[in-house]
């Protein structure tokens, strides 16, 4: 079953904050997050093994709360290469069946 | 520096066509994948494999099959294309992290398959 994003897009100007969630309905074992530019495959950021591990990228952190079931990814001071379609894939404990949600579309401007 | 490689980058078939898709990496990975993706729907999955000859359904495997012979190698079939299987689909693979979950997952270009 897949994840859940939230917001489906979300329009920034340079320099602003973001957030992007991701929410399962199953007890979850990682989550991953990736960046897909248009035309292009979809290029890893991070993954996050252990409930409450937060990691970074650049400006780009992520959190993961597995008591809620649910991953965040903050996007810290955006910049123009921020823009593309994340998209966060879970994977639930002795299954390695990795499924990614619908993707949320950011676009930043200058 | 490539890694994961897709026969095709774009195919036409015609509807009842059977359809073969090859992905093949060079990273000795174990864990291969294919997702399809359309517009609003994402990354959905089809159909996964964690080791040589293993295969198992994902969340959308109607109307696909899949062969995985060969460590490096890992084939999507549609015996009986149909238009709504017109979409992109994506081969990825990823190794095992500790025996248990995947580690970074690289993906394919893609192939831009329409059934006609």
């Known amino acids: 079953q897949q994840p859940v994003q939230s917001p489906q897009a979300v329009i920034l100007r340079e320099g602003e904050d973001a957030v992007i969630n991701c929410s399962s309905s199953k007890a979850l074992y990682s989550v991953h997050w990736y960046r897909q530019k248009h035309g292009e495959a979809p290029v890893f950021l991070m993954i996050?093994?252990?409930?409450?591990e937060q990691k970074g990228h650049d400006k780009i952190s992520a959190s993961f709360n597995e008591k809620k079931q649910q991953s965040s990814l903050y996007l810290t001071a955006s910049q123009l290469s921020y823009s593309g379609t994340y998209f966060c894939?879970?994977?639930?404990?002795?299954?390695?069946?990795?499924?990614f949600g619908a993707g949320t579309t950011v676009t930043v401007r200058a | 520096d490539v890694k994961v490689t897709q026969s095709s980058r774009y195919l036409v078939k015609r509807t009842g066509e059977k359809v073969f898709l090859e992905c093949v990496q060079d990273?000795?990975?174990?864990?291969m994948f294919w997702y399809r993706q359309d517009p609003g729907l994402g990354l959905r999955l089809i159909y996964f494999s964690y080791d040589v000859k293993m295969k198992e359904k994902g969340d959308i495997p109607e109307g696909y099959s899949v062969s995985r012979e060969k460590k490096e190698r890992f084939s999507l079939i549609l015996e009986s294309a149909s238009t709504n299987q017109t979409s992109m689909y994506l081969c990825?693979?990823?190794?095992?992290?500790?025996?248990?979950?995947?580690?970074?997952?690289?993906f394919g270009q893609g192939t831009r398959l329409t059934v006609v």
């Open positions: 990825a693979s990823s190794n095992k992290n500790f025996g248990v979950v995947n580690t970074e997952a690289f």
């Open positions: 990273m000795d990975h174990e864990n």
């Open positions: 996050l093994l252990k409930g409450g």
């Open positions: 894939g879970t994977e639930s404990r002795n299954d390695y069946k990795l499924s």
